[in-house]
């Protein structure tokens, strides 16, 4: 096949798209810019996932929230996204004694997705390839581009080199990307990666009597302070299991029965779902995998190439927005496209001010949850404060919200939410230090005989704040 850009530009005016990496972000951005007319080109370096017999690469399960919902939606993808999903409604957490106890993610109705990452992205390479201006290149691995003229040079399978011409690269090409390295040669441009101390090892629970083994539309968690599980349920009645754990813990189990042991101590309930066997062989299938997490600033360089996804900002994966973080990307560059009406010139620095600081808080905020969801829901001072704002978001929603509903079940811009977040858990403090004054005083015996009067004195006292100009909300 040949892939000429000549031959390409001979053939139409559309100018060239060329989008590197075919994973997730790829195969979405290329559903966008087909969907805008362009010439898009989509290059990948491993070969068609559609047809590998074993696909490689990250396979922790992926939580499909609305940010990356809406971005589907956009290129008609939705529905069948989710239909391929497993609603999960709340955490549930396992104590060592064995008892569940769910915290819901949201109110009633609210749910994240439990969806596999092969076969999501399997959908969306399909999807692009269902456009007649769009071409999935495989085996291609970028090799350099030109940072002023978009010349790109790839080397096939086969060894050859080939050229390529692009009107704007759209680096999607991972945490460690390939199109990003031209930026590193750049005066001005800020990088950093940071390697956190935990790995992570995945297990697979299987069905007991063709069924779940757990209950299925939950998100389970075994917190133990320094580490946890967590288990997702999949399609074929399993769950993925994928625990994380400092590196030197994991190094000093190094038999089976050591594993078993350790199972015994941590995760007792889990050993009979597992099974004793399967536990045994799976823990030593592959190391422990290292998670990093990226940030980089600016996305663009020129009019020429963008970052998007885990080439701009890989994070760890403990608020399951990875993905979603990754496909918002496409959606909000889209909507600066419409606006800027497509001058390259134009978007491609709005959507880095846009963007970088909305990818930095979520990046934060997921190296943050990894305390909440190993410790903090351990904790019955977490527990408290979550009904707290759950209950004044009852009374005042749209000014007292959960930093997870604001997350995970709006597209409030990520940084917004951080600010917000902040300024309610000041404000929460103030009211519930005003309640603790008011028992000091004498009004420990309403407390505890009127409990929700109390509530109601610490939403008066925080309505008196919030009516302050001084505390804007």
Known sequence: MDYSTNKRKSTNNKKVVAVVGGGLVGALNACFFAKRGFQVEVFESREDIRRAKIVKGRSINLALSHRGRQALKHVGMEDTIVSNGIPMHSRMIHSLNGTQSPIPYGKKGQYILSVDRANLNKELLSAAEMYPNANLNFAHKLLDWNTETGAMTFVRVDGAKEEIQADLIVGCDGAFSAVRKQFLRQSRFNYSQTYIP??????????????????????????RNTFMMIALPNLD?????????????????????????????????????????????????????????????????????????????????????????????????????????????????????????????????????????????????????????????????????????????????????????????????????????????????????????????????????????????
């Open 198 to 223: 935990h790995g992570y090892l995945e297990l697979t629970m299987p069905p007991v009597n063709g069924e779940f083994a757990m209950k299925p539309n939950h998100l389970h968690i075994w917190p």
């Open 237 to 473: 009645k399993t769950f993925t299991c994928t625990l994380f754990m400092p590196f030197d813990k994991f190094e000093k189990i190094t038999t089976g029965n050591q594993v078993i042991d350790f199972f015994q101590e941590y995760f007792p309930d889990a050993i009979q779902l597992i099974g004793v066997d399967a536990l045994k062989r799976d823990y030593f299938r592959l190391p422990a995998q290292a998670m990093v997490s990226v940030k980089c600033s600016p996305y663009h360089l020129g009019d020429k190439c963008v970052l998007m996804g885990d080439a701009a900002h890989a994070v760890v994966p403990f608020y399951g927005q990875g993905m979603n973080a990754g496909f918002e990307d496409c959606l909000v560059f889209n909507e600066i496209m419409d606006q800027l009406n497509e001058d390259f010139s134009a978007v491609l620095p709005e959507y880095t001010r846009i963007r970088v600081p909305d990818d930095h808080a979520i990046a934060d905020l997921a190296m943050y949850n990894y305390v909440e969801m190993r410790a903090h829901v351990n904790s019955k001072w977490f527990l408290f404060q979550k009904y707290v704002v759950n209950f004044l978001n009852m009374i005042m929603p749209r000014t007292i919200i959960p930093l997870y509903t604001m997350v995970t079940f709006t597209r409030m811009r990520y940084h917004e939410a951080v600010k917000h977040w902040h300024w309610q858990n000041k404000v929460i403090k103030q009211g519930l230090f005003a309640c603790a004054a008011v028992c000091l005083s004498g009004g420990s015996y309403l407390l505890l005989r009127y409990p929700p009067k109390m509530l109601y004195v610490l939403v008066e006292q925080l309505w008196t704040r919030l009516q302050d100009p001084k505390n804007p909300s």
